[in-house]
C-alpha cells in the first residue's frame, strides 16, 4: 500500500484528545493517505474511548469497509484487553489489510499474527507520535514497512550474551520476529491470547516501569516457560536504560540459551522505528544487526 490509499484510525483504548487526533490526521493526509475515523474517536466512557460495545463497532466498521489499506490506532493506554474476546476475527480475516499500533494494542496485534497469520505492524500511533511528528527516519520506516520494502537491516547498540543453544558460531539466530510491550505481553500470560513464541525471536520494550517490575515480568515469563524456546531477545526503549538495568534483565535471563541484544530504536520513545511482528527475522549477536525479512 502507499499513498493514495484510504487508512482507518481506530480508537479501542483510552480517551483521544481531539487536537492530538487532527494533528495526526494531518500527518496522515500529508504522507498522502485518506484518513477515515472511527465513530467512537470523540466519544468518553470512564477510562475508555467509548464503551466496550462502541469501541468494538467503531474497529468493525473499518474492518468491514473492503477500501480501507490499513488501520491505524488512535492511542494506548489501557482498554483492548477488555475487548480481546469480543473482536470479530473472522471479519477480520475476510479483509486483509496492514494494522499499526503498538503498547496496549500488543495483544490485538500478536493476534493478527497468530490468528489471522497476517504481518502486524509495530509503528506509530496516530495521537501521539504522529501528533507530535515523526522524525524523517521514522517517517521513511513507517511507509516502507507499509509497502513492503523488505529486507531491512537494523543496527543494534550491542549484544548482552550469547548462548549455544541454536546460534550459529557468530551468535547468529533466526526466527518470526513477535513481542511488543512487556507489561501487555505478561497480563496475556494464561489467556488464549498469549501468543505460541517458540522459534521466535522476542522483541519487547515498555514505559514507566521501575527496575523491580522489569525483573518480575522477565521472571514471571521465566517461569511460565514461555522463553525456553526462543531464538533470541531484542530490547527495545526503556526508560533509564543504563547500564545497570541491563544488568537487571541479563540477570534475570541468565542461563537462558540465545542471544540479548540491546539497542532497537522501537516503542514509547522516539525514535520509533515500524516493526513488522510475523516476519522472518535474523538476529547477529556477533554483528550486532538485526535483518527483517
Not at 499499526?100 to 496516530?126: K, N, Q, W
Not at 516457560?225 to 535471563?253: F, K, P, S, T, W
Amino acid at each position: 500500500m502507499g499513498p493514495g490509499d484510504r487508512v482507518g484510525v481506530a480508537a479501542l483504548s483510552g480517551p483521544v484528545d481531539a487536537e492530538r487526533l487532527e494533528s495526526g490526521l494531518a500527518a496522515l493526509r500529508r504522507m498522502g493517505f485518506e484518513p477515515v475515523v472511527a465513530d467512537n474517536a470523540g466519544a468518553r466512557h470512564g477510562l475508555f474511548a467509548g464503551s466496550d460495545a462502541e469501541r468494538l463497532a467503531g474497529l468493525h466498521r473499518l474492518a468491514a469497509d473492503p477500501e480501507i489499506a490499513a488501520i491505524f490506532f488512535a492511542r494506548g493506554g489501557h482498554g483492548v484487553l477488555r475487548l480481546l474476546h469480543a473482536i470479530d476475527w473472522e471479519l477480520l480475516a475476510r479483509r486483509p489489510r496492514a494494522y499499526v499500533g503498538y503498547s496496549d494494542l500488543t495483544p490485538f496485534l500478536l493476534g493478527v499474527v497468530e490468528r489471522l497469520g497476517l504481518v502486524a505492524f509495530h509503528g506509530p500511533m496516530v495521537g501521539a507520535d504522529l501528533a507530535r511528528g515523526l522524525a524523517p527516519d521514522d517517517e521513511a520506516s513507517l511507509l516502507a514497512a507499509l509497502a513492503g520494502r523488505y529486507p531491512v537491516t537494523q543496527r543494534l547498540d550491542a549484544a548482552v550474551r550469547v548462548g549455544s543453544g541454536g546460534a550459529g558460531g557468530d551468535g547468529t539466530v533466526a526466527g518470526p520476529l513477535l513481542g511488543g510491550c512487556l507489561s501487555l505481553l505478561v497480563a496475556t500470560l494464561g489467556t488464549d491470547f498469549f501468543p505460541d513464541l517458540a522459534g521466535s525471536i522476542l522483541f519487547w520494550e515498555d514505559v514507566g516501569e521501575p527496575p523491580y517490575r522489569i525483573d518480575r515480568m522477565l521472571t514471571h515469563l521465566r517461569l511460565s516457560g514461555n522463553l525456553a524456546r526462543l531464538q533470541g531477545m531484542i530490547v527495545g526503549h526503556l526508560d533509564g536504560g543504563g547500564d545497570g538495568l541491563r544488568e537487571i534483565v541479563a540477570d534475570a535471563l541468565a542461563g537462558l540459551p540465545w542471544p540479548i541484544a540491546w539497542g532497537q530504536p522501537s516503542g514509547h520513545r522516539a525514535p520509533n522505528r515500524t516493526l513488522p511482528l510475523g516476519l522472518p527475522a535474523r538476529l547477529s549477536a556477533g554483528a550486532a544487526e538485526l535483518v527483517l525479512g
